[in-house]
């Protein structure tokens, strides 16, 4: 009785509860932000925009990029947290062009093949190997795209999903990817930012404290929003390489280990073409998280169903 009880548990239940941890995870990033903007702007350079010459000047300079900096972050967070990643439609089939272009591309274990569509899943033309064209979620009861996995916080399919981040309490995935990458990098220059801006504080930091020249508390903030920056950046810094390595070969997090198996991957159509896949072609807005209304309609791969693949690589 037991292990059947056993049996019939679903660990990947016990993952929903990283939903609860990201809320306190949006509070920590506020939290970071209030302090960062306390000791760069409120403690350190605001007072120095009306001292005059010089160092008024790099205090403006600091102020706007600052805010600017800051105004973008807080865009691209709020764009990863509310936009929808991508979800698989309803009983979801690919159209025959969509259909030859994945033809094998899925997996042939058959809890993941409908059961309903398994005789017209497979090629009909005589001659040919009989393999299955589109994948199956025996969670979702649903058909998976290309490149579709199942998320088990979320507790559905994700279109293109590159991982489930817990900072934004939201999957990441083709229509919320772009977003997160902006994000990321736009965290990476505050922080450097702030790291820089707040170093000569910081090294002046043990002199104030020891003739106590300054209040404890801004001594304390000053040494708290230094050393969250500092870590910040340096743990910023390898997320912003490694995924600049993946957009530039139209890799996901999740396909890294499948790409491995193969000499050439499919998707991998030259780094601009690999970029304009995530970014779109509308250079004004790559550095926002927008995309053009003419990308959405041209790039069936921004909405997540559809992916060109190498005309070399068999497919």
């Not at 020891?210 to 000053?222: D, I, Q, V, Y």
């Not at 926002?288 to 005309?311: H, I, N, V």
């Amino acid at each position: 009785m037991g292990m059947e009880c056993c049996r019939g548990a679903n660990p990947f239940r016990l993952c929903s509860g990283l939903k609860v941890l990201g809320y306190f995870m949006i509070l920590l990033v506020a939290s970071i932000i209030a302090v960062s903007y306390c000791a760069v702007i409120v403690i350190a350079w605001g007072p120095r925009l009306f001292v005059g010459g010089l160092v008024s000047v790099l205090a403006l300079a600091i102020v706007i990029v600052f805010h600017l900096l800051l105004a973008l972050l807080i865009w691209s967070y709020f764009m990863v947290v509310f936009v929808d990643p991508g979800s698989v439609p309803l009983n979801w089939r690919p159209t025959l062009e969509e259909e030859n272009l994945e033809i094998g591309s899925s997996v042939t274990l058959s809890d993941y093949v409908a059961p309903e569509t398994r005789a017209s899943a497979w090629p009909s033309s005589e001659g040919l190997e009989r393999r299955p064209t589109i994948g199956y979620c025996s969670r979702c009861h649903n058909s998976k795209p290309p490149r579709c996995h199942h998320c088990s916080v979320c507790q559905r399919c994700v279109l293109k999903m590159d991982h489930h981040c817990v900072w934004v309490v939201n999957c990441v995935g083709a229509r919320n990817y772009k977003c997160f990458l902006l994000f990321l990098l736009y965290t990476f220059l505050e922080t450097v930012l702030d790291a820089v801006a707040l170093l000569p504080r910081f090294v002046k930091f043990f002199g104030d404290a020891r003739n106590h020249n300054s209040s404890p508390g801004k001594l304390a903030l000053t040494f708290l929003a230094f050393v969250l920056n500092l870590a910040f950046a340096l743990s910023l810094l390898c997320f912003v390489v490694m995924h600049t390595s993946l957009v530039l070969s139209n890799t996901t997090t999740i396909e890294v280990h499948e790409k491995k198996k193969g000499a050439v991957w499919k998707y991998d159509l030259g780094k601009r073409r690999n970029f304009e896949q995530v970014f779109g072609t509308k250079k004004l807005l790559w550095f926002l998280p927008l995309y053009s209304q003419e990308d959405l309609e041209k790039m069936p791969a921004l909405q997540g169903l559809d992916f060109p693949t190498r005309p070399d690589v068999e497919t």
